[in-house]
């Protein structure tokens, strides 16, 4: 399947003496309040946004997201003035962690995420990645967890959690694909998937996102960073959402995510987002079941018999329980 990334055309739009060329692109660089717009030919231009756009979409600390597709006005040789934002197929967003009443938008008209997660150095936690799942399947984003370092998991210990881990997110319907950065192990399977595509690389910070996609394409040599010894978790070495183009697809590099608050989602509907306990919950005996206490809970009764690992079950209990603010602070 060929996706047209590009989509363009060129216009002079007369203004007063001089002549502004009005365009379309697509947002591949987010720095602040600087956005750099990728045209069709490929020529990069440096731009800000038009005061009123600004103001378009106040639940959003950032009204743009790398992966948007723009009309913007040149105002300069490689500047320009975003004037509009095209409407999007799909997004992964957050609750900011810095304005509670607001969201951030981490990227724009996704075809794949790739979720980068740790069993150990760091551990990313089952609860963090269920609410990223959550959001990934309200906005019918395909996900595949990708589980790096594994050329750490060398104790019997490791390996059990490996195993546990596996069997919970398989059995919930995702591709799970072990790699490791490091030593180039499976690799080449995410690679295959990048053509004709847009892709986010996301996680905790420390997982190793800008590692894999270093070995993905040496060329974009992407800053990475250490471990905390004390704390045994990553430090932010990327800092701003980013596009770069690799094997005629998009990849899109992200900053290291501390936590997940959900947001825009009605809790009567979260189940829904669960796959597992969606396919099951057809056979509750009440139609509007909550799946927590109701007598004759098909979810229930497949978390007691194995079917629906008591994990994820816990953490459809929490979204729909836990106060989204002190999970953020937690």
Not at 157 to 184: C, D, M, P, R
Request: aromatic letters at 10%.
């Amino acid at each position: 399947m060929h996706i047209n990334i590009y989509f363009c055309e060129t216009y002079p739009v007369v203004a007063g003496c001089c002549n502004i060329f009005r365009m379309t692109g697509l947002i591949v660089k987010h720095t602040g309040s600087n956005y750099m717009v990728r045209s069709d030919d490929g020529q990069l231009y440096l731009s800000t946004v038009r005061g009123k756009l600004r103001l378009k979409d106040m639940k959003t600390t950032n009204p743009i997201a790398v992966g948007d597709k723009v009309t913007f006005s040149v105002t300069s040789r490689n500047q320009g003035v975003i004037t509009d934002v095209a409407s999007r197929k799909n997004y992964i967003i957050r609750r900011s962690t810095n304005l509670s009443r607001q969201a951030h938008i981490l990227a724009a008209n996704i075809d794949k995420v790739f979720l980068i997660v740790t069993l150990t150095q760091p551990e990313t936690r089952y609860e963090f990645i269920d609410r990223f799942l959550v959001t990934a399947e309200a906005y019918k984003i395909p996900v595949w967890i990708v589980i790096n370092k594994i050329d750490l998991l060398n104790t019997n210990e490791l390996q059990e959690e490996l195993e546990y881990f596996k069997h919970v997110y398989s059995s919930a319907g995702y591709t799970i694909l072990e790699v490791s950065a490091i030593e180039n192990i499976n690799l080449d399977k995410i690679k295959s998937e990048i053509p004709n595509r847009i892709s986010l690389f996301s996680g905790n910070s420390g997982v190793g996102k800008s590692t894999v996609m270093n070995s993905l394409s040496p060329d974009l040599q992407l800053k990475t960073g250490e471990i905390s010894k004390a704390h045994s978790k990553g430090t932010h070495t990327t800092t701003f959402y980013e596009m770069f183009e690799i094997d005629n697809g998009f990849v899109i590099d992200s900053p290291g995510i501390k936590g997940f608050g959900l947001i825009d989602i009605d809790k009567s509907e979260v189940y829904h987002f669960f796959p597992e306990i969606f396919r099951v919950s057809s056979g509750c005996k009440f139609g509007m079941c909550s799946h927590t206490h109701e007598p004759e809970c098909a979810v229930k009764a497949a978390v007691e018999s194995g079917e629906i690992s008591e994990s994820r079950y816990i953490s459809y209990l929490k979204i729909l329980e836990d106060d989204d603010d002190k999970y953020r602070k937690s």
